[in-house]
């Protein structure tokens, strides 16, 4: 084929030319640095959901001809960054992840995409392979795990429950005809990542027992003792008991070595998912939230969360190695990955996980741990638990307002008492409602025996006092307003987001 014809063809129209990258980088990075000083100087809303709800980028359709880069950044800015959450504001007290990623990550991932080393076998790519596992090792280090860990950096904490969960499954020599008779111990307060990852593995069927949480919903272990003592003696197969340390909901940390006793009795498979709170151990005063960790078999914990990395990353870490290396490799030789193969001594990432073609992932949280040094993280962690404190602190002042879990975590969870269980909930929907619609901070909610509660997570590095303060501020004109009688003119209107 000529040269005539590949152009006329365009296959050398996908490589741009060093003049044409430079300037295509150039307009995205001053795009993102003008978004970034604006989220800095306070001059764009946390929160906002337009009038047609991003549905104008629906008209926007890939065609055959090409965009200009300046019309996509246009497009992009009023459809996407103009609707929703901006995980970039320091104002997100939401949800978890906190999606507050810290640049070099960004980076990080620029040269993973832009090269795109392979990072699924260590012959394909050795350095990528070395990197991953010195960043799986160092979590390991973290938790003080013995000698004969393994580890995968997955995609978030659902996929790397989705691999501890299957190792267990394995581990256990599980078959189809003992699903029935499984037993899976957990609390309500678990992530519900583990119910999906248990109908992905195949122990959908398997029996879900929960076990009872103390007044600051922890799991008791005693009650777990004696769950599992009956089920055994009724001929069931009691099988995995997942604990937590930083349940979405509350913050709260169960108490893991007394959990990890009870495992070792009746020999469960202790998973412990740390995917919010697993960083905290950096924090010294935090340290004994982790008492028995390293019993654990399986734990997961993730960077965009408590590392504040980009969505998109997670870490599982099994103690006994080799199970997750089992539970994974492949059963069925496949000829075409035959140099693949090579090197079986050294770990491959595709042999302690599903995943065979994946993202260099690593490079979006190694860049910025070599860059920043750990000291940064920490104090930036040591400063949201702080936070929340005193948000608890200062709430409890303000009148009509009622904190329900002083904070273990970063997790608070409150809200305005009236004395009528119907008239909290319509006022406390109407707080949110008033909060999400002024836009400057996002906070969320969520129930407590059924009950409606406001929530917040202090969980981004821009979260500083002054967006506590702001949120009090609003807490405590909204209190005065209520209390000057708004309550009895107060109707029901459904929150519109």
Not at 270 to 296: I, N, S, T
Not at 320 to 343: C, P, Q
Not at 422 to 434: A, G, I, K
Request: charged residues 25%; glycine residues 8%; aromatic residues 10%.
């Amino acid at each position: 084929m000529d040269n005539h014809t590949m152009e006329r063809l365009g296959y050398d129209r996908l490589e741009l030319g060093s003049e044409r990258r430079r300037l295509l980088t150039q307009k995205v990075t001053d795009f993102i640095e003008e978004h970034l000083q604006k989220v800095e100087k306070k001059e764009t809303a946390c929160f906002n959901i337009n009038d047609d709800r991003a549905s104008g980028l629906l008209n926007f359709s890939i065609s055959e001809e090409p965009k200009d880069i300046e019309s996509l950044l246009k497009v992009y800015e009023e459809h996407v960054l103009q609707n929703g959450v901006d995980l970039s504001h320091g104002g997100h007290l939401g949800l978890i992840p906190s999606g507050s990623a810290v640049y070099p990550a960004a980076l990080g991932d620029f040269l993973a995409a832009s090269i795109n080393r392979h990072s699924c076998a260590f012959y394909l790519g050795p350095g990528a392979a070395r990197l991953e596992q010195l960043l799986i090792s160092w979590v390991a280090g973290l938790f003080n795990f013995p000698a004969g860990f393994a580890g995968n950096l997955t995609s978030g904490g659902s996929t790397a429950t989705v691999l501890s969960f299957l190792t267990a499954r394995q581990s256990k020599q599980l078959k189809a005809r003992d699903f029935e008779r499984t037993v899976i111990y957990l609390t309500d307060a678990l992530h519900v990542c583990a119910y999906k990852a248990l109908n992905v593995i195949g122990l959908g069927e398997a029996i879900l027992r929960k076990v009872p949480m103390d007044k600051k919903f922890r799991m008791v272990p005693e009650e777990l003792r004696k769950i599992v003592k009956r089920d055994k003696e009724a001929g069931l197969l009691p099988a995995i008991v997942a604990a937590s340390v930083g349940t979405t909901n509350f913050g709260s940390v169960d108490p893991i070595d007394e959990i990890a006793d009870v495992a070792e009795e009746f020999n469960l498979w202790l998973h412990v998912d740390a995917a919010y709170g697993g960083f905290f151990v950096l924090v010294d005063e935090m340290k004994y939230h982790f008492k028995g960790v390293h019993r654990a078999d399986s734990i997961i914990v993730d960077p965009h969360k408590s590392l504040f990395m980009p969505l998109g990353l997670g870490v599982v870490v099994v103690k006994d190695g080799y199970k997750l290396h089992n539970a994974n490799i492949l059963t069925v030789e496949a000829s075409y990955l035959r140099d693949v193969d090579m090197f079986q001594d050294e770990k491959s990432p595709k042999n302690f996980s599903f995943e065979l073609s994946k993202h260099f992932r690593g490079v979006r949280v190694w860049l910025p741990l070599q860059l920043y040094g750990i000291k940064p993280f920490r104090e930036c962690l040591k400063e949201k638990v702080e936070l929340a404190r005193y948000f608890t602190s200062r709430l409890g002042e303000i009148p009509g307002f009622v904190v329900d879990n002083y904070p273990q975590l970063t997790v608070v969870t409150f809200h305005y008492e009236t004395g009528n269980d119907d008239t909290n909930e319509r006022v406390n929907q109407h707080l949110l409602e008033r909060i999400l619609q002024d836009g400057s901070v996002y906070i969320s909610s969520t129930t407590i025996g059924g009950k409606f509660r406001l929530r917040i997570c202090v969980l981004h590095f821009r979260s500083h006092k002054d967006t506590i303060d702001f949120l009090l501020s609003f807490l405590t004109k909204a209190a005065v307003s209520l209390s000057s009688g708004m309550i009895k003119k107060l109707h029901w209107r459904k929150c519109k987001v």
